[in-house]
């Protein structure tokens, strides 16, 4: 399985990848960046992975997503950060944290309708170093995720959009982030058994919060606690437990807007089915 080192997946999976919830298949772990995980999918190489809502498109063949574990709710948006308030995008540069973002998805809907000129090049940078490039003026704005919604100031950054925000306001409901997905070959059994393990891990998870925390600390980098565990407040809600018939209403709204803008190839009719 591969999942990233931030706080909300190193909390949610915590138990699960420490061998603690009964019954749960074992876990080898790689940690990666939210980019480099959606390659993978596309590649096939794990058999379960934390990726991209708006990489779904591309993946949902061989993967299916599992209801449980990823990252949706509300007030959870990326944001569009600059230099000066109030910036105009047109024709700027801007870094992103992956082209097959769920991120990326949200600030082109967004940009579709507020930048109208259209805004210049786009760049594709890990998500801790947008902020650095954003104040140093190696580009003109910076669409960041992460706990950076709580830390931009530090860099004498400017809030210019919140993309959910934006999409909260258009659709009423929340903004899918992370999915989890695994591998259809794997058979109904065996992708029920992981659903079944991760919904356990995450309620483990709320139910010692103490537990986690070496684990969350030991790869959450330089990130100070009471950051981790804003993120964590934020990322990890009920959605996390399960999608429900919001969740998937969400996921289907994203990927069906953002088809009808010829930004991802159309789901089939049972593309989300699960298992």
């Given at each position: 399985m591969?999942?990233?080192?931030?706080?909300?997946?190193?909390?949610?999976?915590?138990?699960?990848?420490?061998?603690?919830?009964?019954?749960?298949?074992?876990?080898?772990?790689?940690?990666a960046?939210?980019?480099?995980?959606?390659?993978?999918?596309?590649?096939?190489?794990?058999?379960?992975?934390?990726?991209?809502?708006?990489?779904?498109?591309w993946?949902l063949?061989?993967y299916?997503?599992?209801?449980?574990?990823g990252?949706?709710?509300h007030?959870?948006g990326?944001?569009?950060?600059?230099?000066?308030?109030?910036?105009d995008?047109?024709?700027r540069t801007?870094?992103?944290?992956?082209?097959?973002?769920?991120?990326?998805?949200?600030?082109?809907?967004w940009?579709?309708?507020?930048?109208?000129?259209?805004?210049?090049?786009?760049?594709?940078?890990?998500?801790?170093?947008?902020?650095p490039?954003?104040?140093?003026?190696?580009?003109?704005?910076?669409?960041?995720?992460?706990?950076?919604?709580?830390?931009?100031?530090?860099?004498?950054?400017?809030?210019l959009?919140?993309?959910?925000?934006h999409?909260?306001?258009?659709?009423?409901?929340?903004i899918?982030?992370g999915?989890?997905?695994?591998?259809?070959?794997l058979?109904?059994?065996?992708?029920?058994?992981?659903?079944?393990?991760?919904r356990?891990?995450?309620?483990?998870?709320?139910?010692?919060?103490?537990?986690?925390?070496?684990?969350?600390?030991?790869?959450?980098?330089?990130?100070?606690?009471?950051?981790?565990?804003?993120?964590?407040?934020?990322?990890?809600?009920?959605?996390?437990?399960?999608l429900g018939?919001?969740?998937?209403?969400?996921?289907?709204?994203?990927?069906?807007?953002a088809?009808?803008?010829?930004?991802?190839?159309?789901?089939?009719?049972?593309?989300?089915?699960?298992?």
């Amino acid at each position: 399985m591969a999942y990233s080192p931030c706080p909300n997946d190193t909390f949610v999976f915590h138990a699960w990848a420490h061998g603690l919830v009964p019954g749960a298949p074992g876990l080898d772990v790689t940690f990666a960046d939210i980019d480099v995980t959606n390659g993978m999918a596309e590649r096939g190489e794990l058999d379960v992975l934390k990726v991209s809502y708006a990489a779904l498109p591309w993946v949902l063949d061989e993967y299916a997503l599992l209801p449980c574990g990823g990252a949706l709710g509300h007030g959870v948006g990326p944001l569009v950060l600059t230099r000066e308030p109030g910036q105009d995008l047109t024709g700027r540069t801007v870094a992103v944290p992956g082209e097959r973002s769920t991120a990326y998805l949200l600030f082109r809907l967004w940009a579709a309708d507020v930048v109208p000129g259209g805004v210049g090049n786009v760049v594709v940078m890990p998500f801790h170093e947008i902020m650095p490039a954003v104040r140093d003026g190696r580009v003109d704005a910076g669409l960041v995720i992460h706990e950076a919604r709580f830390t931009y100031q530090r860099y004498g950054l400017h809030r210019l959009a919140d993309m959910g925000e934006h999409w909260e306001s258009t659709t009423g409901l929340p903004i899918p982030l992370g999915a989890i997905i695994a591998k259809r070959s794997l058979g109904e059994d065996t992708l029920e058994l992981l659903a079944a393990s991760a919904r356990a891990s995450v309620r483990m998870a709320w139910d010692d919060p103490g537990a986690s925390r070496p684990y969350v600390r030991e790869h959450a980098q330089e990130m100070d606690r009471a950051v981790a565990d804003q993120h964590i407040g934020l990322y990890v809600n009920a959605f996390t437990a399960d999608l429900g018939e919001t969740g998937y209403a969400a996921v289907r709204s994203l990927l069906t807007r953002a088809a009808a803008e010829g930004l991802v190839p159309p789901l089939k009719p049972d593309a989300l089915a699960f298992p």
